[in-house]
């Protein structure tokens, strides 16, 4: 993250800690919680719009009356973007007469659809313990089986409710809320950020978290909590950041912080210097800054729980028998612009690994060119919205045509999902900035699973060649991690070139795909001619365009076509050109023929795009800010396509 940008310091707010999922707030104490939930979940409604929901805790009296849920009142909506305003109508209608304590939830649906019922809050059997969650709990399946053979009924489709049956047990058997938090909490593998209301206690709540965030915070009269500072700041700045693993009790005006074991702990200061606004952009410049750093998290999240470094790999979410999947010849990948690009990056793996034939189709061009799609065609589309028109009808057409189809979207319950026989989800969190950056690399990330789950039911791959792919999978997230961690030297470096008229991306084998992302970022964000290209196709024509005014960025990580890159990279050189080498670190045969270097980190070839398209993120959000340019709203563009 740029220094400049850093908006709070105390305990670490670090971009690796950012997480794109879900909104949360929760208050005790507030004399009108409904209000007060409400309005937090309007300023958090930027994570996520699938739905939302409350819970307002009925102090004993006040019970009775309410129907269903004994003294937890629940109200959830599920209608996309529209939830919140659904939720207001029960504002100001006193309908809980003395409640004091509230939590809320705005969803981006990661597990189940986004439906009334699958909407957060969720409750345990009896009705008396309440549940909001941000994240992803990996072992759900697990605790869901060992909780209905114990007699437990889960009614929705996600894997937050199974905490609620698992405190409800802890709950009954006579603990605290806090108590009942404690021993469930290390039953719980994956990412959360989870907070519980109980009927029992109506003056408390019990927050915890590992690596998904949590703030927690409280003036004199109130305790608060919420996945995000922005939700809070209007109220009060005195807020802490819940540490891994920590589990804090808040009650009227207190904070109590322990540890797993029950030690009590210090909550580290925040010092805040932002207002609302900025603090949704988390204290980035824009969404589009913002969304380049969640690559990491975001990256993560996408292959949390389908791919393991021995190799193994589960999909069974893909909703296609492994029998029919194991039987395919032959793959059509259907995507426009950045998911287009994805797929020729997709493709690369789908030939090597799984040993099939693949094309990646334009998928305005591929509807109406009377496409052949034999017995065994696998239709893949991939869409970060799930609901750009031209894929939409190409792969409705390949449908019709007999492929089986399996759509790659960000966006649970799009269109497309309810077209495609299967469905793979990034999970990369609501993209704002119109420009794809982390949905980007995660559809690039979640192809290359795919791969892999192809390669081992084909047996395309032997099983140790197999481990040691998934093994770099498994660290591209990493890697991804160490060249956001650059971005400030990348976009000095964009600054330099904020006033080039026409650039060439060039590229070879895995480096193609990604110089043609290159120039598409650059063309919709800075408003710059370029042109993504073969390098080895530069001498049949396009070459007569580079003089002394032409800048040609290439991608020369080193591989297995390093040498014939450079071969091309001297042919633009003599010819007078500017050259900026996006390269690997400590590589002097390439720095020395540049005059331009972006330099990344070392990975494998076979997985460096999803890194080498990061630097080229920056590389046009740089010239474009610096050209004054809008990066979140470029003009002309649109964020979703639904015309052709
Ligand atoms: C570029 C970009 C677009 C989209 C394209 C397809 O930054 O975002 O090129 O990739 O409009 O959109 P989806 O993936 O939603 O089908």
């Given at each position: 993250m740029p220094r400049a940008q850093v908006p709070v310091t105390g305990r670490s707010w670090a971009p690796g800690s950012l997480w794109p999922m879900c909104g949360i707030i929760g208050v005790t104490g507030s004399d009108d919680p409904?209000?007060?939930?409400?309005?937090?979940?309007?300023?958090?409604?930027?994570?996520?719009?699938?739905?939302a929901g409350v819970v307002l805790v009925a102090t004993a009296g006040e019970a009775e009356g309410l129907s269903g849920t004994g003294a937890l009142w629940r109200r959830r909506s599920a209608v996309r973007g529209e939830s919140i305003p659904a939720l207001e109508r029960f504002a100001g209608t006193d309908l809980v007469p003395g409640a004091r304590t509230g939590i809320g939830?705005?969803?981006?649906?990661?597990?189940?659809?986004?439906?009334?019922?699958?909407?957060?809050?969720?409750?345990?059997?009896?009705?008396?313990?309440?549940?909001?969650?941000?994240?992803?709990?990996?072992?759900?399946?697990?605790?869901?089986?060992?909780?209905?053979?114990?007699?437990?009924?889960?009614?929705?489709?996600?894997?937050?409710?199974?905490?609620?049956?698992?405190?409800?047990?802890?709950?009954?058997?006579?603990?605290?809320?806090?108590?009942?938090?404690?021993?469930?909490?290390?039953?719980?593998?994956?990412?959360?950020?989870?907070?519980?209301?109980?009927?029992?206690?109506?003056?408390?709540?019990?927050?915890?978290?590992?690596?998904?965030?949590?703030?927690?915070?409280?003036?004199?009269?109130?305790?608060?909590?919420?996945?995000?500072?922005s939700a809070l700041?209007?109220?009060?700045?005195?807020?802490?950041?819940?540490?891994?693993?920590?589990?804090?009790?808040?009650?009227?005006?207190?904070?109590r912080v322990v540890d797993r074991a029950g030690t009590r702990v210090e909550p580290t200061?925040?010092?805040?210097?932002?207002?609302?606004?900025?603090?949704?952009?988390?204290?980035?410049?824009?969404?589009?800054?913002?969304?380049?750093?969640?690559?990491?998290?975001?990256?993560?999240?996408?292959?949390?729980?389908?791919?393991?470094?021995?190799?193994?790999?589960?999909?069974?979410?893909?909703?296609?028998?492994?029998?029919?999947l194991a039987a395919i010849s032959r793959v059509i990948v259907i995507a426009c612009g950045s998911s287009y690009h994805a797929g020729l990056t997709g493709r690369v793996a789908i030939e090597a690994w799984a040993k099939l034939a693949c094309t990646v189709e334009i998928a305005s061009e591929f509807r109406y060119r009377n496409p052949i799609i034999e017995p065994g065609t696998l239709v893949l589309a991939i869409s970060q919205s799930g609901e750009t028109v031209d894929t939409f009808h190409a792969l409705r057409e390949a449908k019709r045509r007999g492929a089986l189809t399996?759509?790659?979207?960000?966006?649970?319950?799009?269109?497309?999902?309810?077209?495609?026989?299967?469905?793979?989800?990034?999970?990369?969190?609501?993209?704002?900035?119109?420009?794809?950056?982390?949905?980007?690399?995660?559809?690039i990330l979640l192809l290359q699973v795919f791969a892999l789950h192809l390669a081992s039911l084909?047996?395309?791959?032997?099983?140790?060649?197999?481990?040691?792919?998934?093994?770099?999978?498994?660290?591209?997230?990493?890697?991804?991690?160490?060249?956001?961690?650059r971005f400030d030297e990348y976009r000095h470096t964009a600054e330099q070139l904020a006033f080039v008229d026409d650039v060439f991306f060039l590229g070879r084998g895995g480096g193609y795909a990604v110089a043609l992302e290159g120039a598409l970022k650059l063309k919709e964000l800075a408003y710059v001619r370029a042109e993504g290209y073969p390098a080895g196709e530069m001498k049949h024509g396009p070459i007569s365009l580079i003089d002394r005014d032409a800048v040609v960025v290439v991608v020369a990580n080193r591989g297995s076509l390093s040498a014939k890159l450079l071969a091309n990279v001297e042919e633009v050189r003599a010819r007078g050109a500017t050259v900026v080498a996006l390269c690997d670190t400590d590589d002097p045969e390439v720095a020395g023929l540049a005059d331009i270097v972006l330099e990344v980190p070392h990975t494998d070839e076979t997985v460096a795009a999803a890194v080498l398209v990061v630097p080229l993120q920056v590389l046009a959000y740089g010239v474009a800010r610096a050209r004054g340019n809008d990066v979140d709203r470029p003009r002309n563009l649109a964020k979703v396509v639904t015309v052709e």
């Open positions: 409904l209000r007060f939930v409400l309005d937090g979940l309007a300023l958090l409604e930027y994570r996520g719009y699938d739905s939830h705005t969803r981006w649906a990661t597990h189940g659809a986004p439906t009334e019922g699958n909407a957060h809050p969720h409750l345990d059997c009896t009705g008396r313990v309440a549940v909001v969650h941000n994240g992803i709990i990996e072992n759900h399946r697990h605790l869901a089986a060992k909780l209905v053979a114990a007699g437990h009924v889960l009614r929705s489709e996600t894997d937050t409710e199974v905490v609620a049956h698992l405190v409800e047990a802890e709950v009954t058997a006579g603990a605290s809320l806090l108590e009942a938090v404690q021993r469930c909490v290390s039953e719980i593998r994956g990412d959360f950020g989870l907070v519980l209301a109980s009927a029992d206690e109506p003056e408390v709540l019990v927050a915890t978290r590992q690596t998904s965030p949590l703030i927690v915070g409280r003036t004199s009269s109130l305790g608060l909590v919420a996945s995000d500072i700041l209007e109220t009060t700045r005195e807020l802490y950041a819940l540490g891994d693993g920590e589990i804090a009790e808040l009650r009227p005006g207190v904070i200061r925040l010092r805040v210097g932002w207002g609302v606004r900025a603090a949704q952009r988390e204290g980035f410049e824009d969404f589009m800054s913002k969304e380049i750093h969640e690559q990491p998290r975001a990256l993560t999240d996408t292959i949390l729980g389908r791919i393991h470094a021995d190799g193994t790999t589960e999909l069974e979410e893909l909703g296609i028998k492994e029998i029919e399996v759509v790659l979207t960000n966006v649970v319950d799009s269109l497309m999902t309810r077209e495609a026989d299967g469905v793979l989800y990034t999970r990369a969190g609501p993209e704002i900035g119109v420009a794809s950056t982390k949905c980007h690399t995660a559809q084909r047996r395309s791959l032997s099983t140790d060649e197999i481990a040691e792919l998934a093994a770099l999978v498994v660290a591209v997230p990493a890697r991804v991690g160490d060249v956001v961690a």
